[in-house]
């Protein structure tokens, strides 16, 4: 069925009069009120200088989109900003129109402002003052209550820090000197704020089709996000009792994950995935965060542990990307996880980090946790790069991914369902590396001499200088030169301020900054060469290339699994067929007698 979507232009009083009937809400997930003193001001500013150029045509003040909730309210997706400052201005008005003495005009705009704020007796068109036509339930505000008695006693502290009270108290500041000065003009201004500055009011009939006008329309930066919904939605399906508690936990988790330079949002997204693998969902189609929550009433985010899953999944992110230990979790001071974890950073996209919180969520309190992670972690590193250094595109990772996350439900030594890797080709590919895979590749390759975590901040240094003499090589072109440069064999991690000391000098000019480098393989790759040319690049292609294809295997690429059993799956592969055919093998894995030896050299010959 179709989205339907209702556009009236109306004047601010003719908008604010449906209120009467469906009442303004500014619902739960909406952030609070945040428009400023200097915006109250550019807001009055245009509306003075509308009148006294005493224009005939509108001004139009911008779109509100909303939509009927169940309770028959206009919940305001876009414009809670804009429509609760209209509010506040016309209360102001009214205030000042209530201190005046009486006259035609004032008691004419006393009543249009009466129509467009409060309830009404339906035969006498007596005002309810404590009946507002709008209200504010973003959740956790004390702001809401300070709106309502602002626009109920037309007061507010003049003391107050809270938006509300600042900017009500700036329109009547601005009201009472604009009234003193322009007396006969002041009722053009409430005529004009009234009836001819416009509105666009779009009104959908779903809170999906709303959001997804509002993400059309915005262009601030500030649309709402998905977490913005689940918030509203397990604020509400608590008891009062547990959402004082609740809101608190959501603003730390807030703070926390900003900190680490994530987002609640990205936390529900890497959540999905666990939930999707506690499924045995391996679709490689990646539904939409809202939609995939909103499945059956939004159930998924009422479990009891979804705040705590979202802080555990928090908790790595922090490991990961602000380097610091956190209470309980002891793990992260084994400095091999660190460097893995350090090194798929800089894999080139992020569907490493579904299967690395699947694993994390599911086995963290398991007593052989630290040793099955970095397991994990080592094997996935292996295949996920060697995969994307042979073949650099998504889709070479996407499926397995997905399959991954399933088995690793199953069990802490999961099944990897990649491909094999062809060494030759492998390693081929590392000496040419595309530009996307060598810092992973430097990574990890300096992490073979370190023993502890590379600087935050480093540089790829080109040993040979990418400028250099062209009469510096006469047996070779510089074609041949240029491409060697950007070979992997040419290639070191270096400190930023170091690398820039060295500047595009030649290896002599630069041992001195190199020596004074904190990287291990840098040192001693200065220590052990006096000259640097297109030989030495060669040489050290060849040796990288062998490097990290014997750590990738050593870590698990091309090589057995154990299932959980605890019995070896040897993978054999068929080169006529391009296939793999699975043995399961007989033999316990510490059992080293001559069959078993006998069993492995013929399937799988050194």
Same mark, same amino acid.
Not at 337 to 347: E, G, H, N, P, R
Not at 558 to 581: A, C, F, R, T
């Given at each position: 069925?179709?989205?339907?979507?209702?556009?009236?232009?109306?004047?601010?009083?003719?908008?604010?009069?449906?209120?009467?009937?469906?009442?303004?809400?500014?619902?739960?997930?909406?952030?609070?009120?945040?428009?400023?003193?200097?915006?109250?001001?550019?807001?009055?500013?245009?509306?003075?200088?509308?009148?006294?150029?005493?224009?005939?045509?509108?001004?139009?003040?911008?779109?509100?989109?909303?939509?009927?909730?169940?309770?028959?309210?206009?919940?305001?997706?876009?414009?809670?900003?804009?429509?609760?400052?209209?509010?506040?201005?016309?209360?102001?008005?009214?205030?000042?129109?209530?201190?005046?003495?009486?006259?035609?005009?004032?008691?004419?705009?006393?009543?249009?402002?009466?129509?467009?704020?409060?309830?009404?007796?339906?035969?006498?068109?007596?005002?309810?003052?404590?009946?507002?036509?709008?209200?504010?339930?973003?959740?956790?505000?004390?702001?809401?209550?300070?709106?309502?008695?602002?626009?109920?006693?037309?007061?507010?502290?003049?003391?107050?820090?809270?938006?509300?009270?600042?900017?009500?108290?700036?329109?009547?500041?601005?009201?009472?000197?604009?009234?003193?000065?322009?007396?006969?003009?002041?009722?053009?201004?409430?005529?004009?704020?009234?009836?001819?500055?416009?509105?666009?009011?779009?009104?959908?009939?779903?809170?999906?089709?709303?959001?997804?006008?509002?993400?059309?329309?915005?262009?601030?930066?500030?649309?709402?996000?998905?977490?913005?919904?689940?918030?509203?939605?397990?604020?509400?399906?608590?008891?009062?009792?547990?959402?004082?508690?609740?809101?608190?936990?959501?603003?730390?988790?807030?703070?926390?994950?900003?900190?680490?330079?994530?987002?609640?949002?990205?936390?529900?997204?890497?959540?999905?995935?666990?939930?999707?693998?506690?499924?045995?969902?391996?679709?490689?189609?990646?539904?939409?965060?809202?939609?995939?929550?909103?499945?059956?009433?939004?159930?998924?985010?009422?479990?009891?542990?979804?705040?705590?899953?979202?802080?555990?999944?928090?908790?790595?992110?922090?490991?990961?990307?602000?380097?610091?230990?956190?209470?309980?979790?002891?793990?992260?001071?084994?400095?091999?996880?660190?460097?893995?974890?350090?090194?798929?950073?800089?894999?080139?996209?992020?569907?490493?980090?579904?299967?690395?919180?699947?694993?994390?969520?599911?086995?963290?309190?398991?007593?052989?946790?630290?040793?099955?992670?970095?397991?994990?972690?080592?094997?996935?590193?292996?295949?996920?790069?060697?995969?994307?250094?042979?073949?650099?595109?998504?889709?070479?990772?996407?499926?397995?991914?997905?399959?991954?996350?399933?088995?690793?439900?199953?069990?802490?030594?999961?099944?990897?369902?990649?491909?094999?890797?062809?060494?030759?080709?492998?390693?081929?590919?590392?000496?040419?590396?595309?530009?996307?895979?060598?810092?992973?590749?430097?990574?990890?390759?300096?992490?073979?001499?370190?023993?502890?975590?590379?600087?935050?901040?480093?540089?790829?240094?080109?040993?040979?200088?990418?400028?250099?003499?062209?009469?510096?090589?006469?047996?070779?072109?510089?074609?041949?030169?240029?491409?060697?440069?950007?070979?992997?064999?040419?290639?070191?991690?270096?400190?930023?301020?170091?690398?820039?000391?060295?500047?595009?000098?030649?290896?002599?000019?630069?041992? #001195? *900054?190199? /020596? @004074?480098? +904190?990287?291990?393989?840098? =040192?001693?790759?200065?220590?052990? &060469? $006096? %000259?640097?040319?297109? !030989?030495?690049?060669?040489?050290?292609?060849?040796?990288?290339?062998?490097?990290?294809?014997?750590?990738?295997?050593?870590?698990?690429?091309?090589?057995?699994?154990?299932?959980?059993?605890?019995?070896?799956?040897?993978?054999?592969?068929? #080169? *006529?067929? /391009? @296939?793999? +055919?699975?043995?399961?093998? =007989?033999?316990?894995?510490?059992? &080293? $007698? %001559?069959?078993?030896? !006998?069993?492995?050299?013929?399937?799988?010959?050194?």
């Amino acid at each position: 069925m179709a989205a339907t979507i209702e556009v009236n232009k109306q004047s601010v009083k003719q908008l604010l009069e449906t209120g009467k009937k469906q009442k303004f809400v500014i619902p739960e997930y909406q952030r609070s009120y945040a428009w400023t003193d200097e915006q109250i001001q550019i807001l009055f500013d245009d509306l003075v200088e509308y009148t006294e150029n005493d224009n005939e045509n509108t001004y139009f003040l911008g779109t509100i989109v909303a939509y009927e909730n169940d309770q028959g309210e206009q919940e305001i997706i876009d414009g809670q900003q804009r429509i609760t400052s209209l509010f506040l201005l016309l209360r102001a008005f009214y205030t000042k129109l209530e201190s005046m003495v009486e006259t035609p005009e004032s008691k004419n705009f006393k009543s249009q402002i009466e129509t467009a704020l409060w309830e009404q007796d339906e035969l006498t068109a007596v005002v309810d003052y404590k009946k507002t036509l709008i209200v504010s339930r973003v959740m956790g505000d004390e702001g809401n209550k300070i709106f309502t008695n602002i626009l109920t006693t037309g007061r507010a502290n003049p003391k107050a820090k809270d938006n509300y009270s600042i900017n009500y108290n700036l329109f009547l500041e601005l009201i009472e000197t604009y009234a003193a000065s322009q007396p006969e003009q002041f009722y053009y201004l409430i005529r004009n704020v009234l009836s001819r500055a416009i509105l666009l009011p779009i009104t959908a009939d779903s809170q999906d089709t709303a959001l997804t006008i509002f993400s059309t329309l915005n262009d601030r930066g500030l649309a709402l996000s998905d977490a913005d919904i689940f918030k509203a939605k397990m604020y509400n399906h608590k008891d009062k009792a547990a959402r004082i508690q609740f809101i608190e936990d959501w603003q730390h988790l807030d703070e926390e994950a900003n900190n680490a330079n994530e987002s609640i949002q990205t936390l529900f997204y890497y959540y999905m995935f666990y939930l999707r693998a506690l499924d045995g969902d391996r679709k490689t189609t990646t539904p939409g965060l809202r939609k995939y929550y909103s499945r059956n009433n939004f159930e998924k985010l009422y479990k009891d542990d979804v705040m705590d899953k979202l802080n555990a999944i928090l908790n790595l992110w922090i490991l990961i990307n602000n380097r610091i230990e956190i209470e309980g979790e002891e793990w992260y001071k084994n400095i091999e996880i660190k460097q893995v974890m350090d090194s798929l950073t800089s894999y080139p996209n992020e569907y490493w980090k579904y299967p690395v919180v699947t694993y994390y969520l599911k086995y963290r309190k398991e007593n052989n946790f630290e040793v099955d992670f970095l397991n994990f972690l080592k094997k996935l590193f292996a295949i996920l790069a060697a995969r994307y250094i042979v073949t650099p595109t998504l889709n070479a990772v996407k499926g397995g991914i997905l399959n991954l996350n399933t088995e690793v439900i199953k069990s802490s030594n999961p099944k990897f369902e990649f491909a094999k890797i062809d060494e030759q080709e492998l390693k081929d590919k590392i000496k040419k590396a595309h530009r996307n895979t060598v810092r992973m590749i430097l990574k990890v390759l300096a992490y073979q001499h370190q023993d502890n975590l590379l600087p935050e901040k480093w540089e790829i240094e080109h040993i040979l200088p990418q400028k250099w003499q062209s009469n510096y090589f006469s047996s070779s072109t510089d074609e041949e030169v240029k491409e060697l440069v950007e070979h992997i064999g040419n290639k070191v991690p270096f400190e930023k301020k170091l690398n820039i000391t060295a500047s595009n000098g030649y290896f002599k000019k630069k041992q #001195e *900054s190199y /020596n @004074k480098s +904190h990287i291990k393989l840098i =040192i001693e790759l200065s220590r052990n &060469n $006096n %000259e640097w040319g297109l !030989d030495k690049i060669h040489e050290r292609d060849v040796r990288t290339a062998d490097e990290i294809f014997q750590l990738f295997s050593e870590w698990g690429l091309n090589q057995i699994n154990v299932n959980e059993k605890g019995k070896n799956l040897i993978v054999i592969p068929d #080169e *006529s067929l /391009n @296939k793999y +055919h699975e043995y399961i093998e =007989i033999f316990d894995l510490e059992d &080293n $007698n %001559e069959n078993r030896k !006998d069993f492995l050299n013929k399937i799988n010959p050194k």
